[in-house]
């Protein structure tokens, strides 16, 4: 299982790194896209959980609390993914203006808003049993709490503001902002003294968690590919029928 898995997991990056090469090249239509990192990443997701919860074996020193890892971390794969996606396509809209940039900026705000959340919650479930307390204003938990309430402004700004452009051109503005604290994020254990530990190495944990863990990262990368083409398709036909309407009002 241990030769075989990492072989596996190399397989699988590469089917990512192709469709994602055929969806920008536009070669494979955006649904089709999602459609197959969904088909690939939900029953990855099951073997991942079985990895992890079943296969693994139990932290040494934390015992059987440590599994909550195998959705804790992944799951800011999930968040970085989303944001990221944001990020590129919002400076893409302020550069060319078209409305296609801003609903691949908003589902990518969405859909990182939701692992966001699990990665917030699960940490504190996680951080109960080990520290003591649910909540602390740790560095690196205090900037990931700042990330998640300018994401949170960001869909706010959305609803407030009602002429497209103009509120596709004042998100944009925040979902860059708002990815600037990203290094923050990753990098808080390191700059400052906090009780978050650093980030693990292969080299440090048992084989079993590395595969079970990188199983499950290419799992929740592949599930956020589907989820951001299926909230992308819906910003785009709601944006779409959005526009007529506001043209057809202004033009009357």
Do not use: D, K, Y
């Given at each position: 299982m241990l030769t075989i898995g990492p072989i596996v997991v190399y397989l699988l990056i590469a089917f990512v790194l192709v469709t994602l090469g055929l969806r920008l090249s536009g070669r494979l239509p955006a649904g089709s896209f999602g459609s197959l990192w969904g088909v690939t990443g939900l029953p990855l997701l099951a073997v991942g959980s079985y990895l992890g919860l079943a296969w693994s074996p139990a932290d040494w020193q934390m015992g059987e609390v440590q599994r909550i890892m195998y959705v804790h971390f992944p799951s800011w794969v999930g968040t970085a993914?989303?944001?990221?996606?944001?990020l590129v396509a919002s400076v893409l809209y302020l550069a060319k203006r078209e409305p296609r940039f801003d609903y691949w900026a908003h589902a990518g705000?969405?859909?990182?808003?939701?692992?966001?959340?699990?990665?917030?919650?699960?940490?504190?479930?996680?951080?109960r049993p080990t520290w003591g307390i649910w909540w602390t204003w740790d560095p690196r938990l205090t900037s990931t709490a700042v990330m998640f309430i300018i994401f949170v402004g960001y869909l706010v700004l959305r609803a407030y503001i009602e002429e497209p452009d103009t509120r596709a051109r004042f998100t944009s503005a925040v979902a860059i902002i708002g990815f600037l604290n990203l290094p923050v994020v990753y990098f808080s254990v390191r700059?400052?003294?906090?009780?978050?530990?650093?980030?693990?190495?292969?080299?440090?944990?048992?084989?079993?968690m590395v595969l079970a863990l990188r199983t499950m990262m290419l799992a929740f990368l592949l599930v956020c590919g589907w989820m951001l083409t299926r909230r992308w398709e819906l910003a785009r036909l709601r944006g779409e029928a959005e526009?007529?309407?506001?043209?057809?009002?202004?033009?009357g």
């Open positions: 993914a989303g944001f990221s996606t944001a705000v969405e859909v990182g808003l939701v692992f966001n959340a699990t990665g917030l919650i699960t940490g504190s479930i996680w951080g700059w400052w003294r906090t009780l978050h530990q650093p980030q693990s190495t292969p080299e440090t944990v048992a084989p079993e526009r007529g309407s506001w043209e057809m009002e202004t033009a």
